[in-house]
């Protein structure tokens, strides 16, 4: 596994790679998970889809992320590996995803070369604030560890967490936002999006809203799943825009999860739905999520990831995303609903049944 951990990390560091270069790194990862991980191997044969027929990354079997919560889909042990990333739990009550990192150094190369294109723009280093608690307060979770990267490798030494085990430190924020309004020093503020629904409504108490300097920007990523109330997008971003003086184009959505090692980025939410895109280790389809075919083009579908960064788990993952395609990248639509959801349910059985038996 040491020879593909090193082949991954120096596809991640290329500018870019040609289908062809992808292809064949995707066919490789999928022999060796095919090898390794019982489960998969399975449901593959299942399918009749083995390393001598697949010949197109587009023909790796996608494993619903539902999958995630039943299995164990690993292809060394699980209690040999560096992090083991948990989902939040949310549609299945205490039944958590689990995505097992035998090593952190792929995930991180994914998030750091993508994060500098698509959030830092050409910036160095940025004063931040992090609406997230700490890996110390949450281990367990993708999104502690990815914020944790950002501070760390693109934060100023000003930067800080404004949320903890006690809730929002509002008044340290307001603070340090008030601070960089008066230095003219850009700041950039991210968290989930909840947290900046529990901001918003903290400063609007207040009355107190904020200008910030050229140059800031705020990162949001999660959505409303599983919270108490829903937002429609464009009130947030409105909302966003106004509270802190910052540009909805310089309000940039990420998009990812658990099951993923690599995320999505917008360029900003001007208009809605903005387009998603993502790095050249990365290729997404527009399923039907019964046959995994693709959906004819311009329909909407099911989005399916194939993610070189998934080395130890699965390559290819089904989603409960419903999506359609733009020139560069795709728009999303929101979860699964109707024929459609009943579609990942019965794809989820099907690969139980066939992983399991």
Same mark, same amino acid.
């Given at each position: &596994?040491?020879?593909?951990?090193?082949?991954?990390?120096?596809?991640?560091?290329?500018? =870019?790679?040609?289908?062809?270069?992808?292809?064949?790194?995707?066919?490789?990862?999928?022999?060796?998970?095919? #090898?390794?991980?019982?489960?998969?191997?399975?449901?593959?044969?299942? $399918?009749?889809?083995?390393?001598?027929?697949?010949?197109?990354?587009?023909?790796?079997?996608?494993?619903?992320?539902?999958?995630?919560?039943?299995?164990?889909?690993?292809?060394?042990?699980?209690?040999?590996?560096?992090?083991?990333?948990?989902?939040? *739990?949310?549609?299945?009550?205490?039944?958590? *995803?689990?995505?097992?990192?035998?090593?952190?150094?792929?995930? /991180?190369?994914?998030?750091?070369?993508?994060?500098?294109?698509?959030?830092?723009?050409?910036?160095?280093?940025? $004063?931040?604030?992090?609406?997230? %608690? =700490?890996?110390?307060? &949450?281990?367990?979770?993708?999104?502690?560890?990815?914020?944790?990267?950002?501070?760390?490798?693109?934060? =100023? %030494?000003?930067?800080?967490?404004?949320?903890?085990?006690?809730?929002?430190?509002?008044?340290?924020?307001?603070?340090?936002?008030?601070?960089?309004?008066?230095? *003219?020093?850009?700041?950039?503020?991210?968290?989930?999006?909840?947290?900046?629904?529990?901001? &918003?409504?903290?400063?609007?108490?207040?009355?107190?809203?904020?200008?910030?300097?050229?140059?800031?920007?705020?990162?949001?990523?999660?959505?409303?799943?599983?919270?108490?109330?829903?937002?429609?997008?464009?009130?947030?971003?409105?909302?966003?825009?106004?509270?802190?003086?910052?540009? $909805?184009?310089?309000?940039?959505? &990420?998009?990812?999860? =658990?099951?993923?090692?690599?995320?999505?980025?917008?360029?900003?939410?001007?208009?809605?739905?903005?387009?998603?895109?993502?790095?050249?280790?990365?290729?997404?389809?527009?399923?039907? %999520?019964?046959?995994?075919? /693709?959906? %004819?083009?311009? #329909?909407?579908?099911?989005?399916?990831?194939? /993610?070189?960064?998934?080395?130890?788990?699965?390559?290819?993952?089904?989603?409960? /995303?419903?999506?359609?395609?733009?020139?560069?990248?795709?728009?999303?639509?929101?979860?699964?609903? *109707?024929?459609?959801?009943?579609?990942?349910?019965?794809?989820?059985?099907?690969?139980? $049944?066939?992983?399991?038996?």
């Amino acid at each position: &596994m040491n020879a593909l951990i090193t082949e991954l990390l120096a596809f991640i560091a290329r500018p =870019t790679a040609s289908d062809d270069d992808f292809n064949a790194l995707a066919l490789k990862l999928f022999a060796h998970q095919f #090898e390794h991980n019982r489960p998969f191997q399975k449901f593959c044969q299942g $399918r009749g889809k083995t390393p001598r027929v697949v010949k197109r990354w587009q023909d790796i079997p996608a494993v619903p992320i539902n999958a995630f919560k039943d299995l164990t889909l690993s292809c060394v042990p699980p209690d040999t590996c560096a992090r083991t990333f948990m989902t939040s *739990g949310t549609t299945r009550g205490d039944v958590k *995803g689990r995505h097992f990192h035998p090593t952190v150094a792929v995930y /991180d190369a994914s998030m750091l070369h993508n994060f500098s294109r698509h959030f830092m723009q050409g910036d160095a280093k940025l $004063r931040m604030g992090i609406l997230f %608690p =700490t890996e110390d307060l &949450m281990p367990n979770s993708s999104l502690a560890h990815y914020l944790a990267l950002a501070i760390k490798h693109f934060g =100023t %030494p000003d930067s800080a967490y404004y949320l903890d085990a006690n809730g929002l430190r509002t008044d340290a924020l307001c603070e340090a936002l008030q601070q960089a309004h008066d230095s *003219g020093q850009p700041f950039a503020l991210l968290g989930a999006s909840y947290s900046f629904v529990h901001l &918003m409504d903290a400063l609007q108490e207040r009355g107190t809203t904020f200008a910030l300097p050229k140059g800031s920007r705020l990162l949001d990523t999660g959505g409303f799943k599983g919270q108490s109330r829903e937002v429609p997008m464009a009130s947030f971003y409105d909302q966003l825009s106004t509270t802190f003086g910052v540009r $909805r184009e310089q309000c940039i959505n &990420m998009y990812g999860m =658990t099951e993923l090692s690599t995320q999505f980025y917008d360029a900003g939410n001007h208009s809605l739905p903005a387009v998603k895109r993502g790095s050249h280790w990365i290729r997404s389809r527009l399923v039907d %999520p019964l046959t995994g075919q /693709d959906v %004819p083009s311009g #329909e909407r579908g099911i989005l399916a990831h194939t /993610d070189l960064a998934n080395f130890n788990s699965v390559v290819t993952i089904l989603t409960e /995303d419903v999506g359609q395609a733009s020139d560069d990248g795709f728009v999303l639509l929101g979860r699964a609903q *109707g024929a459609q959801a009943k579609g990942c349910s019965m794809a989820v059985d099907q690969f139980l $049944r066939v992983a399991t038996a």
